[in-house]
């Protein structure tokens, strides 16, 4: 059984930093991308990184180049998205999913919310 | 790299059919037959019911259908049931090895 389960999120106040982490079982980690998705409060879902499995080809979304950034462990089977220099618009529930590659998330974490707010 | 674009809602009543375009461009849906779907219920983590165009995972109901005609995909829900009323979103691969999510569309079950 496939399960992702995101940790790291909470309150932080702009230009603050976090990481969030996401912990993968039930599958041979080092065969999958990992992506990081969001949704801020009351907005879509919008796709932000995604890392391969070696960790050799990484890849931001516009929004959070050079903020973000994202790395995997293969001996504890983690993945992380550090968030740095972060913004009120960076608020949302953050999700990781195994991504099978082609814009194929099929398996999600619960998400982990981050606020960011003075 | 602007979202792609879909209906804000669409309704109908159990049994019938509902369909939701995602609307991109060359660069992305009309490019690549890497096109996916999620339902959403709020609150609830996103599952995928269609990807590379027209496939459905192992256990989706082959009442969800998708196909794409130029930079247009779409997404079928024939003989429309309670539980489909969610949100519903596309995905696509583009040009710049990254991907884009539609704007979403809200399902509503009359």
């Known amino acids: 059984q496939v399960l992702l389960v995101e940790s790291g999120g909470g309150l932080v106040r702009p230009g603050g930093s976090l990481r969030l982490s996401c912990a993968t079982a039930?599958?041979?980690?080092?065969?999958?991308?990992m992506s990081w998705i969001r949704q801020a409060p009351g907005k879509g879902l919008e796709w932000i990184s995604y890392?391969?499995?070696?960790?050799?080809?990484?890849f931001y979304a516009d929004s959070v180049k050079g903020r973000f950034t994202v790395s995997r462990d293969d001996v504890t089977r983690t993945v992380y998205l550090q968030l740095s220099s972060l913004r009120v618009e960076d608020t949302a529930v953050y999700y990781c999913?195994?991504?099978?590659?082609?814009?194929?998330?099929?398996?999600w974490g619960p998400g982990t919310l981050v606020t960011v707010s003075s | 790299q602007s979202a792609l674009t879909q209906p804000h809602s669409v309704s109908g009543s159990p049994g019938q059919s509902v369909t939701i375009s995602c609307t991109g461009t060359s660069s992305d849906v009309g490019g690549y037959n890497s096109v996916s779907w999620y339902q959403h219920h709020p609150g609830k983590t996103p599952k995928l019911i269609i990807y590379?165009?027209?496939k459905r995972p192992s256990g989706v109901p082959d009442r969800f259908s998708g196909s794409k005609s130029g930079n247009t995909a779409s997404l079928t829900i024939s003989g429309l049931q309670d539980e489909d009323e969610a949100d519903y979103y596309c995905?696509?691969?583009?040009?710049?090895?990254?991907?884009?999510f539609g704007t979403g569309t809200k399902v509503t079950v009359l």
């Open positions: 590379d165009v027209d």
């Open positions: 890392i391969s499995g070696s960790g050799s080809s990484i």
């Open positions: 995905c696509s691969y583009e040009r710049r090895y990254t991907y884009i």
């Open positions: 999913a195994r991504d099978r590659v082609g814009a194929t998330f099929d398996h």
């Open positions: 039930g599958f041979t980690f080092s065969d999958y991308y």
